[in-house]
């Protein structure tokens, strides 16, 4: 995946974490998600379409989620109460919409978010299109960010170009 579509999302997060929750957030080296890696129990899901398409994941454990949103909220709401998945998805609508206002030049829109409560659930995003995950930490807890976006164009050379990115390697 070209990096020009990860480095908004690190700047978002960091962004919106620090001025929506007074936050820091340590972001992580971006890598390529495997099957094998962690899923998280809470997670904001956001659409991209236009000259980008694909989907954001913001995902957390419960515990780093409740506390995030009682940041945010400037209460405490229990992964439970009926408002908790909307903080959850004004998070991840914040942060895709940073990211997406640094995608100059392209027409790019997002969706309304939704929002998956429940322990080890999987998001599945498109097949021929790689996820890259984001780690991030903060004093509330590991959370990550999970992009699996292309160029609307898309292709069997642009699906290759993405995996050779997001590996390191030439084509």
């Known amino acids: 995946m070209d990096s020009s579509y990860i480095i908004p999302f690190v700047n978002s997060v960091e962004s919106v974490f620090e ?8 972001v992580g080296e971006p890598v390529m998600k495997r099957s094998g890696d ?15 398409e694909g989907s ?6 419960t515990t780093t989620a409740e ?18 998945p909307d903080a959850i998805g004004e998070l991840i609508n914040m ?12 027409d790019v829109n997002i969706s ?9 659930h999987v998001v599945f995003g498109r097949k021929d299109v790689v996820c890259i995950l984001i780690p991030c930490e903060s004093d509330c807890g590991d959370f990550c960010v999970e992009i699996s ?14 995996t050779d990115a997001a590996t390191g390697q030439a084509s």
């Open 112 to 120: 309304c978010p939704s929002v998956v409560v429940g322990s080890d």
């Open 56 to 61: 954001v994941v913001l995902s957390f454990p």
């Open 95 to 106: 942060i895709t919409g940073g990211a997406k206002a640094k995608f100059t030049g392209k």
């Open 19 to 26: 001025t929506m929750l007074q936050l820091p957030v340590k």
């Open 67 to 84: 506390r995030v949103v009682s940041l945010f909220t400037g209460m405490e709401l229990a992964h439970t109460h009926e408002d908790f």
């Open 149 to 162: 976006i292309r160029k609307q164009s898309g292709g069997a050379a642009d699906a290759q170009a993405s």
């Open 38 to 52: 962690p899923a998280y129990d809470v997670s904001g899901i956001i659409g991209m379409s236009g000259d980008v």
